[in-house]
């Protein structure tokens, strides 16, 4: 959240921006042996000799993509790193490298930027990722960030959408559900505090499901454990926007089509409390809700010996003929067709 105003609020317009950038990097070690300029000069410089290099970006708008009224600061920049990330493990790379660009109104000093940017120096530091560039503007209409993350891998070892073969496994990694109520119960806490800021709500609870919201964690993990395991998988795709849309995106891209069975969906027992709580239907919640950043793959059957067991790995389905399109194979055994009712920044309100 923004700086009390008892504390110490230092205008940034004092530094400049290349002062300003200066000053929210001085602190960033560079670890990749690829990178071989960060921050200072023009233009970072990176090597990755005969590797393939990954890229995705993503921007994240004040008031669309978080409310600062409830999502510190620090929590803000790891979440900003992470969800990009979350991208380069789903095609089954490494990440190694970031650059973080913000766009701030004078309503922000110093001091807020600085934790923003502890919460990027906290993510770069987990995922073993280096800070090599970024860009600072003003801005009219709050906080914009916009977060590019680069990884590589050797091209044999690359994983896209668009691989599912027909009788491939569906599997899903963790639980699905948790962001998204954990975005209910600080919205609603929200509405509390406007009617009464006395209020003290007792959240420890539901602390995973606003863990789960406030500062998720990209599977790097599993791209490890496959790994290990010997298992490629024939298609992935991180969960960003809901299962729903990301098994279409998995489906349309393959040209194929699924069966997703209700009763095999991971689902954390706070969740399921939370659900009946809100009178939501939990099924719904993981096929619609979004911000999990687990990762969604398809394995040829003969690799199911090797994750079967694994607590990170949970198969949910099967991959059909196209023809058959993409169905929810609901707890009474009736089929209903997969529609997208996932995150959509253009619909949302």
């Known amino acids: 959240m923004l700086a009390d105003k008892n504390e110490q609020r230092t205008s940034i317009e004092e530094l400049g921006e290349f002062g300003l950038i200066k000053h929210l990097t001085k602190d960033f070690e560079l670890k990749q042996k690829s990178t071989l300029k960060g921050i200072g000069d023009d233009a970072a410089v990176l090597d990755f000799a005969t590797q393939k290099t990954i890229v995705s970006t993503d921007l994240l708008i004040e ?20 969800v990009n990330l979350s991208d380069i493990y789903a095609m ?21 930027l600085e934790e ?36 590589i891998a050797d091209e044999e070892k690359l994983v896209y959408r668009s691989g599912a073969k027909e009788n491939d496994l569906l599997v899903v990694t963790g639980d699905l559900g948790g962001a998204y109520l954990g975005l209910q119960i600080l919205e609603r806490e929200k509405e509390v505090f406007k009617v009464n800021p006395q209020s003290q709500p007792d959240l420890e609870p539901y602390s ?18 496959l790994e290990k395991l010997e298992v490629k998988p024939t298609s992935m795709i991180d969960i960003s926007d809901g299962l729903s849309s990301e098994i279409l995106h998995l489906c349309q891209e393959s040209n194929v089509g699924c069966n997703l069975y209700e009763e095999k969906i991971p689902l954390d027992p706070t969740v399921i409390s939370a659900s009946e709580e809100f009178k939501m239907d939990s099924t719904m919640i993981a096929l619609s809700g979004g911000e999990d950043y687990e990762l969604l793959f398809t394995i040829a059957q003969s690799d199911f010996d090797k994750i079967k067991g694994n607590p990170n790995l949970t198969v949910i389905g099967h991959i059909t003929q196209q023809s058959e399109g993409a169905h929810l194979v609901a707890r009474n055994n009736t089929k209903i067709p997969i529609t997208a009712q ?3 920044s253009f619909n949302a309100s």
Not at 92 to 112: D, H, K, M, W
Request: charge should be positive.
């Open 208 to 225: 995973y499901l606003i863990e789960r919201q406030l500062k998720p964690e990209a599977r790097k993990d599993i791209v490890e454990i």
């Open 342 to 344: 996932g995150w959509n």
């Open 92 to 112: 089954n790379s490494v990440a190694t490298q970031i650059t973080v660009s913000l766009a701030v109104s004078n309503r922000f000093p110093l001091e807020a």
């Open 63 to 82: 008031g669309v993509h978080f409310d600062l009224s409830y999502m510190p600061l620090k929590h803000l920049g790891y979440k900003a790193v992470v």
């Open 116 to 151: 923003f940017y502890a919460g990027v120096a906290a993510a770069c530091k987990v995922y073993g990722v280096d800070l090599v560039g970024g860009d600072t503007t003003s801005s009219n209409k709050g906080m914009l960030i916009s977060v590019t993350a680069i990884g």
